[in-house]
């Protein structure tokens, strides 16, 4: 790569300096989408050539979805204005379906396994996710190519989208159309079988598809071991997806029971799925944010490092939340379980459930911003 550009969300475009770092030479030396962060105050690897006012300023707004090396002439101007605000809002959406349909599958088969009415209604979530995944992933897509191309008549050029959709981003993309399709076409649950329910099993090859896709964009593709890093990625989306996607059901399924002793089980098991999840939640983020960094100092020297102090912020914030819940609401809503549904320890827990899912989805859309923070 003799020349190679940086294409940000903001739109500009940018052409490394002398100072470019291992962030710039991971874009050169492959098709990764991402780099590393880098420190304020050091000299930046891409020195922004054109930007609208409200577009991202610099570097640091670069996307996973967005970043693009070869050798094509520098163009110094946008011709393709606000594309990179809309490469944002295609990644908040993919990844906030991401987590419902993930959360909404292990939902069904481990909290409402037994309550065919839970497994119907969750199960009405999972085509809108599956068509707001495809629409968000081919969005992506198109996205990507008026970003290489910096011009909107990107969108129709079969050549223009053939070249954003090379790997590994292009798996990224596919991975998350068929796992979308594969979800939406999933079979309903079945009236009869009162035990355990079994989940489609199109519906969990669909899901996996989509856990797989974060493996080929981001830094899994250009920091650390890939094996390592694609595992915890893995483990992480996964994990997440449970906790979160799971938690919003939980704070539906709250507000549709007024209480009694049928919200006693779906309480007690999901505070079992939260436990496990957030442990595997948190090994996974943490090996990703070790292999992202160079330093530790990058956690408040980058915008990257910011956001994630802002995301682990706001898990704390639900941690908290959940813990307290567990230990306090959930035993004095139990003693009062069969009483008016007014209670108001019962509207305590529901609220305080209700309050720690919308901490968990601005931590997703956190997410969408830290991927896209992290290039350089
Ligand atoms: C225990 C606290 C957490 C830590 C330390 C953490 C850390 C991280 C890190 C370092 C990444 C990689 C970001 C990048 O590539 O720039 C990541 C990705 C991700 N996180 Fe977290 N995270 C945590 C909790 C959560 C929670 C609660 C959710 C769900 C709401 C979540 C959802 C995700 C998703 C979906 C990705 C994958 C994004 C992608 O690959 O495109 N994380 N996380």
């Known amino acids: 790569m003799t020349d190679p550009q940086t294409v940000t969300a903001g739109n500009a475009i940018e052409e ?4 470019t770092s291992r962030a710039g030479t991971a874009s050169a030396e492959s098709t990764s989408p991402t780099t590393a962060p880098h420190a304020e105050g050091q000299t930046s690897p891409t020195s922004t050539v ?12 670069s996307t996973a979805f967005d970043t693009v090396s070869d050798s094509r002439p520098l163009q110094r101007s946008s011709g393709a204005t606000g594309a990179g605000r809309l490469a944002e809002a295609a990644r908040v959406l993919g990844l906030l379906a991401t987590l419902a349909i993930v959360g909404g599958l292990a939902f069904m088969s481990f909290v409402g396994r037994d309550e065919l009415s839970e497994r119907v209604r969750v199960q009405r979530v ?4 599956g068509t707001v995944l495809i629409t968000a992933a081919m969005a992506a897509g198109l996205i990507q190519a008026v970003l290489l191309e910096n011009d909107w008549a990107a969108v129709v050029s079969l050549d223009a989208i053939a070249d954003a959709l090379t790997a590994p981003f292009g798996i990224a993309v596919g991975l998350r159309v068929l796992g979308g399709l594969a979800v939406l076409t999933a079979p309903r649950p079945e009236a009869e079988g009162a035990g355990r329910a079994r989940l489609p099993a199109v519906s969990l090859i669909g899901a996996a598809l989509v856990i797989a ?3 080929f964009d981001g830094h899994t593709v250009t ?6 890093h694609a595992a915890a990625n893995a483990t992480h989306v996964y994990a997440a997806a449970v906790w979160s996607g799971g938690l919003a059901l939980l704070a539906d399924l ?13 309480l007690m098991r999901f505070s079992q799925l939260a436990s496990v999840s957030l442990a595997m939640t948190a090994v996974g983020g943490t090996i990703m944010a070790v292999l992202v960094m160079d330093r530790f100092a990058d956690l408040w020297s980058t915008a990257w490092g910011r956001l994630l102090l802002a995301k682990i912020a706001l898990v704390a914030a639900a941690v908290f939340l959940g813990t307290r819940n567990r230990w306090v609401h959930m035993p004095a809503a139990t003693q ?6 007014s209670d108001a320890a019962y509207e305590r827990l529901r609220r305080t459930v209700v309050v720690e899912a919308i901490a968990l989805g601005c931590v997703g859309i956190v997410t969408a911003f830290l991927v896209g923070a992290s290039a350089l």
């Open 16 to 19: 490394p300096s002398d100072a």
């Open 254 to 266: 709250l507000g549709r029971r007024r209480g009694g002793a049928d919200v006693v089980r779906p």
């Open 336 to 341: 009062v379980f069969g009483q008016a549904p």
């Open 213 to 215: 896709s974060y493996s």
């Open 223 to 228: 920091e650390g071991p890939r094996w390592l």
């Open 50 to 61: 054109a930007t609208s006012g409200s577009e991202a300023p610099d570097a640091t707004a």
């Open 126 to 129: 999972l085509p809108i996710s």
